[in-house]
């Protein structure tokens, strides 16, 4: 055994180990719904139920639509699209800001219209999302959860979302690749850097191949794919709607993309919300060294609520939380040194350690919609049952059907690497500085090597010229800013958030008492009410304030009296930020190979 494993496997004996495999626990947003749905609703009654399940029903259903119907054009020409209600058009933007007559690019946009007439005084214009990533899709975001995002914000709005340039249909779209298929079959083989004695060496490799496929299919596009672009494009999407200042709410990779703008631009501010809030100072440095430093913690609350909730609240119950870590340790040890084989309706192969540590970390960034799903794998997987997890863990059988001529194929992987790896720094080349990097990541967290090799993607990256903004990221702002963190977030630690308000004066940080990432993750009515007051009115939160979710990720009989207070208006908050904090198609992990979105139009990849 190398040294670099030695401490690996004593890395993992102290904190259960690191994430080792890299699919997506979509799967389990339907036994989420039931295990806590159904005690919710039972106790709460037939109003919060019925919005509850209307919202839940509209969650990334939309019809076929074909984006060639869509003229790119230099003003905004919205067209019917998807569902009713919802428009689309597409906006020509410079490809290079400092050539702007020169190549263009096209910004696919998205929006449900407010429901009051633009020429009122009840109107109050265009607020614009982005779900973070990056290389996450805002017209994804919108198109299915138009409805819980006007809920939660009022009628008086416009919600906008768009698709960042170098992603999904906005054009040119980054892809590295000749096929899906042929992404499809590489990504197929990918491994995270501790998953073998070779597994740093063989990532390195990996990225050295990738980023070579990058240079070799760049026309010239690729090196304008950058925060700051976005920054500029999301300007001319505000002066597109005729209006001068942006109001705004990012998530994750979102903030940093908020933070950019608000740097860029601070006379532009009318509202700006940044929600799980990453140091942009990091980020640009490519460094990803803190984001860590909650993530055992967000473990330890599994434990903890899991021995709160008794044995009817949580199928993996047992009497403290440490027996209930030692129970899932002893269960991670076991299926790593002995994968369970399964073999079900929707398929077959092996619930490996890869596998359930993913289950695991998804968990974390989305606990109201995984944990209690989680508990009832573990019980049958404890009882050598693996069917549960993998069911829901699991893609389909690869088939090699895909539609490399549609529209709505998204290649996120290519462009989140495009954008990570521009935005930041370069980074050292050689495997013995990834080493090295691997090794310093260790110290920081038990899953640190899922963070490493986020960093070690940018290897062999082509060096473009950095004279894109990189900070500082300070500015007294024409109207203040506000930030939001989660006291337990996995990824972006509450600190972060602090930190970043320093930089904008009058800026407020509103935290959540809550495990997850983004505020979304977890449903508090106080937190979206004072989302709501920003952008109706200006109203900030007072400095230091708090909010609470209504309920626990393992909910009690507790939680019952503070949904018997509520408003109505206070209901249909709650129905909606429900809805979403159970919505498996948002805020998912970096890391994690979501098939579904990252090759859409090739079936089970």
């Given at each position: 055994?190398?040294?670099?494993?030695s401490?690996?496997n004593?890395?993992?004996?102290?904190?259960?180990?690191?994430?080792?495999?890299?699919?997506?626990?979509?799967?389990?947003?339907?036994?989420?719904?039931v295990?806590?749905?159904?005690?919710?609703?039972?106790?709460?009654?037939?109003?919060?139920?019925?919005?509850?399940?209307?919202?839940?029903?509209?969650?990334?259903?939309?019809?076929?639509?074909?984006?060639?119907?869509?003229?790119?054009?230099?003003?905004?020409?919205?067209?019917?699209?998807?569902?009713?209600?919802?428009?689309?058009?597409?906006?020509?933007?410079?490809?290079?800001?400092?050539?702007?007559?020169?190549?263009?690019?096209?910004?696919?946009?998205?929006r449900?219209?407010a429901?009051?007439?633009?020429e009122?005084?009840?109107?109050?214009?265009?607020?614009?999302?982005n779900?973070?990533?990056?290389?996450?899709?805002?017209?994804?975001?919108?198109?299915?959860?138009?409805?819980?995002?006007?809920?939660i914000?009022?009628?008086?709005?416009?919600?906008?979302?768009?698709d960042?340039?170098?992603?999904?249909?906005?054009?040119?779209?980054?892809?590295?690749f000749?096929?899906?298929a042929e992404?499809?079959?590489?990504?197929?083989?990918?491994v995270?850097?501790?998953?073998?004695?070779?597994?740093?060496?063989?990532?390195?490799?990996?990225?050295v191949?990738?980023?070579?496929?990058?240079?070799?299919?760049?026309?010239?596009?690729?090196?304008?794919?950058?925060?700051?672009n976005?920054?500029?494009?999301?300007?001319?999407?505000?002066?597109?709607?005729g209006?001068?200042?942006?109001?705004y709410?990012?998530?994750?990779?979102?903030?940093?993309?908020?933070?950019?703008?608000?740097?860029?631009?601070?006379?532009?501010i009318?509202?700006?919300?940044?929600?799980?809030?990453?140091?942009?100072?990091?980020?640009?440095?490519?460094?990803?060294?803190n984001?860590?430093?909650d993530?055992?913690?967000?473990?330890?609350?599994?434990?903890?609520?899991?021995?709160?909730?008794?044995?009817?609240?949580?199928?993996?119950?047992a009497?403290?939380?440490?027996?209930?870590?030692?129970?899932?340790?002893?269960?991670?040890?076991?299926?790593?040194?002995?994968p369970?084989?399964v073999?079900?309706?929707?398929g077959?192969?092996?619930?490996?350690?890869?596998?359930?540590?993913?289950?695991?970390?998804?968990?974390?960034?989305?606990?109201?919609?995984?944990?209690?799903?989680?508990?009832?794998?573990?019980?049958?997987?404890?009882?050598?049952?693996?069917?549960?997890?993998?069911?829901?863990?699991?893609?389909?059988?690869?088939?090699?059907?895909?539609?490399?001529?549609?529209?709505?194929?998204?290649?996120?992987?290519?462009?989140?690497?495009?954008?990570?790896?521009?935005?930041?720094?370069?980074?050292?080349?050689?495997?013995?500085?990834?080493?090295?990097?691997?090794?310093?990541?260790?110290?920081?967290?038990?899953?640190?090597?899922?963070?490493?090799?986020?960093?070690?993607?940018?290897v062999?990256w082509?060096?473009?010229?950095?004279?894109?903004?990189?900070?500082?990221?300070?500015?007294?702002?024409?109207?203040?800013?506000?930030?939001?963190?989660?006291?337990?977030d996995?990824?972006?630690?509450?600190?972060a958030?602090?930190?970043?308000s320093?930089?904008?004066?009058?800026?407020?940080?509103?935290?959540?008492d809550?495990?997850?990432?983004?505020?979304?993750?977890a449903?508090?009515?106080?937190?979206?009410?004072?989302?709501?007051?920003?952008?109706?009115?200006?109203t900030?939160?007072?400095?230091?304030?708090?909010?609470?979710p209504?309920?626990?990720?393992?909910?009690?009989?507790?939680?019952?009296?503070?949904?018997?207070?509520?408003?109505?208006?206070?209901?249909?908050?709650y129905?909606?930020?429900?809805?979403?904090?159970?919505?498996?198609?948002?805020?998912?992990?970096?890391?994690?190979?979501?098939?579904?979105?990252e090759?859409?139009?090739c079936?089970?990849i």
């Open positions: 055994m190398s040294n670099l494993d401490k690996n004593a890395l993992f004996q102290r904190k259960m180990g690191r994430i080792r495999g890299t699919i997506t626990l979509s799967g389990l947003t339907l036994v989420g719904l295990l806590f749905g159904h005690y919710h609703l039972k106790i709460y009654g037939a109003t919060v139920q019925e919005a509850t399940f209307k919202l839940l029903s509209g969650l990334g259903q939309y019809p076929e639509f074909s984006w060639d119907n869509i003229p790119t054009t230099e003003e905004l020409k919205w067209r019917a699209c998807y569902d009713e209600g919802l428009q689309c058009a597409r906006l020509e933007v410079p490809l290079n800001y400092s050539d702007p007559d020169g190549r263009k690019a096209s910004i696919a946009l998205i449900k219209p429901d009051v007439p633009t009122s005084g009840f109107y109050r214009g265009p607020v614009i999302f779900p973070g990533g990056p290389g996450e899709s805002g017209v994804d975001m919108i198109r299915g959860r138009a409805e819980q995002f006007r809920k914000l009022g009628p008086q709005f416009d919600i906008v979302g768009f960042p340039r170098g992603i999904s249909r906005s054009t040119p779209a980054v892809s590295f000749e096929t899906s992404r499809a079959v590489w990504v197929q083989d990918a995270l850097a501790n998953n073998t004695d070779e597994g740093v060496a063989r990532t390195w490799a990996r990225a191949v990738v980023n070579k496929l990058a240079a070799e299919t760049d026309d010239g596009y690729l090196r304008h794919i950058n925060t700051e976005t920054s500029r494009d999301m300007l001319r999407i505000v002066e597109a709607h209006r001068t200042k942006i109001q709410w990012g998530f994750s990779y979102g903030s940093v993309l908020g933070a950019t703008f608000a740097s860029l631009f601070p006379n532009r009318g509202r700006l919300v940044i929600d799980g809030v990453s140091d942009s100072e990091n980020y640009y440095a490519t460094l990803w060294s984001n860590l430093l993530t055992d913690k967000a473990m330890d609350s599994f434990y903890t609520g899991c021995a709160n909730a008794g044995p009817e609240g949580c199928a993996f119950w009497p403290t939380a440490s027996d209930i870590e030692a129970n899932l340790t002893k269960i991670i040890n076991a299926v790593r040194s002995n369970v084989p073999r079900t309706k929707a077959y192969g092996l619930l490996d350690y890869a596998m359930l540590r993913s289950a695991v970390l998804n968990g974390l960034y989305k606990p109201y919609e995984y944990f209690p799903a989680l508990a009832e794998g573990f019980a049958e997987l404890a009882a050598g049952n693996g069917t549960k997890i993998f069911d829901r863990m699991n893609p389909e059988a690869f088939q090699c059907n895909c539609d490399t001529k549609s529209p709505d194929v998204m290649y996120v992987r290519d462009a989140q690497t495009a954008i990570l790896c521009n935005d930041g720094d370069d980074i050292p080349d050689d495997l013995e500085s990834a080493e090295k990097y691997f090794e310093m990541m260790m110290e920081t967290s038990s899953w640190s090597e899922l963070w490493a090799s986020i960093r070690l993607g940018c062999n082509p060096r473009f010229p950095k004279d894109h903004f990189q900070g500082p990221f300070e500015a007294s702002t024409s109207y203040p800013i506000l930030l939001i963190g989660n006291t337990v996995p990824v972006t630690p509450l600190w958030a602090k930190k970043m320093k930089g904008f004066k009058d800026s407020v940080v509103l935290t959540q809550s495990v997850g990432h983004c505020s979304l993750s449903p508090s009515v106080c937190t979206q009410k004072y989302v709501r007051d920003y952008f109706v009115d200006g900030l939160p007072k400095p230091g304030t708090v909010c609470h209504v309920a626990a990720p393992f909910p009690t009989k507790a939680d019952q009296a503070v949904l018997s207070t509520m408003t109505v208006e206070e209901q249909d908050i129905a909606a930020v429900l809805a979403l904090s159970r919505d498996s198609g948002i805020f998912a992990p970096i890391h994690v190979k979501r098939p579904e979105v090759t859409k139009g079936a089970g």
